[in-house]
């Protein structure tokens, strides 16, 4: 099930921000295969709801992957938008995951440090163990929470953003994530998604300057659903 105004996540929402639950499948914006992103989704909510003409602003703050699912902030006004973009520079937007693998990592716990070179023409990115040209540094915490009856839950903290980062540095050690064939996992999952979810995210609202902390559901699927 995709995401429409009619049965869109909202999770918070205010007069410069607007939080949703990302559905597995949603794009972000707009991409070559023509089909709704979910802000515009967003902004016939915001349009219907408070009844307003005309176009109706909306920035997309970050992205995520289609088949992944989550939060996603996006903006409803310039000022926010604006603030929100410099916070996601200077790292001031902690983004919790939670993945399920297949694999134990090695370890329970780590900080994986990969360089990412992303290859544009099958949109997907290399590791490399050390620096190469053209690839970017990445860095992740990762923490085993929960051993699931075939799989493993993961919960991983992000210290950069980088091109499919979680997939490649979770892949790099031999550990893929459920569904994900791009990167080393043996079969789909039945909605053709990934099973990486963004699980909560924290910052101070770029205008109020309250704490906004949310946490938001996984997908209500058997091995999510176990997770919990």
């Not at 176009?55 to 995520?64: D, I």
């Not at 603030?83 to 919790?96: A, P, Q, V």
């Amino acid at each position: 099930m995709k995401s429409t105004k009619d049965n869109l996540q909202v999770l918070h929402e205010d007069n410069h921000i607007i939080i949703v639950n990302k559905r597995v499948g949603d794009i972000i914006q707009g991409d070559k295969t023509g089909d709704t992103p979910l802000s515009e989704i967003v902004k016939q909510y915001i349009a219907i709801k408070y009844q307003k003409k005309g176009n109706v602003f909306l920035g997309v703050v970050h992205r995520l992957d289609r088949p992944t699912s989550g939060i996603v902030i996006f903006a409803r006004t310039s000022k926010a938008l604006e603030r929100l973009n410099k916070m996601l520079r200077d790292k001031e937007i902690k983004k919790t995951y939670w993945a399920i693998v297949k694999n134990k990592p090695e370890k329970e716990k780590d900080t994986l440090i990969h360089y990412l070179k992303k290859n544009p023409k099958n949109n997907k990115s290399t590791t490399f163990p050390n620096p190469t040209p053209e690839a970017k540094k990445a860095i992740l915490h990762y923490q085993l929470i929960k051993r699931l009856d075939n799989y493993f839950l993961l919960k991983v903290d992000l210290e950069t953003g980088r091109h499919h980062q979680i997939r490649a540095q979770l892949a790099a050690i031999k550990s893929p994530i459920k569904g994900d064939l791009k990167y080393g996992a043996k079969r789909s999952n039945p909605d053709g998604g990934i099973s990486l979810h963004a699980k909560a995210i924290a910052f101070t609202h770029p205008v109020s300057k309250e704490l906004i902390s949310i946490i938001s559901e996984t997908p209500n699927e058997p091995v999510w659903n176990s997770c919990t």
